[in-house]
């Protein structure tokens, strides 16, 4: 996965703090789904299974089909940790050229 891609998402995830049309929220729910998505399919073919889990979790969280709804504070609690979370990653679901 491009750095560049990994990178917008955690930022995205990061700005999504702010009080933001909803269009915002719908937007960044479609990019973390692909981006946590790849993440862990990458992580199950590279032998991380754990970490594919947990992508594999937030992708189930993160899903613009079905919408999982919590107060807005547990939702920026939410998009902090994912976002240091797939920083803390990046290296590892990153594409090795």
Same mark, same amino acid.
């Given at each position: 996965?491009?750095?560049?891609l !990994?990178?917008? $998402?955690? $930022?995205?995830?990061?700005?999504a703090?702010?009080?933001?049309?909803?269009?915002?929220?719908?937007?960044?729910?479609?990019?973390?789904?692909?981006?946590?998505?790849?993440?862990?399919?990458?992580?199950y073919?590279?032998?991380?299974?754990?970490? $594919?889990?947990?992508l594999?979790?937030?992708?189930?969280?993160?899903?613009? @089909? #079905?919408? !999982?709804?919590?107060?807005? #504070? #547990?939702?920026? @609690? #939410?998009? @902090?940790?994912?976002?240091?979370?797939l920083?803390? !990653?990046?290296?590892?679901?990153?594409d090795k050229?």
């Amino acid at each position: 996965m491009p750095l560049l891609l !990994i990178n917008v $998402a955690a $930022a995205m995830l990061f700005i999504a703090v702010l009080p933001l049309p909803y269009g915002y929220y719908m937007l960044l729910r479609l990019v973390a789904t692909v981006v946590f998505a790849w993440g862990a399919y990458l992580s199950y073919n590279r032998g991380k299974q754990n970490q $594919a889990v947990l992508l594999g979790l937030l992708v189930l969280l993160y899903n613009p @089909i #079905i919408l !999982i709804t919590f107060s807005k #504070i #547990i939702w920026t @609690i #939410i998009n @902090i940790c994912s976002a240091i979370y797939l920083l803390g !990653i990046r290296a590892e679901i990153q594409d090795k050229a």
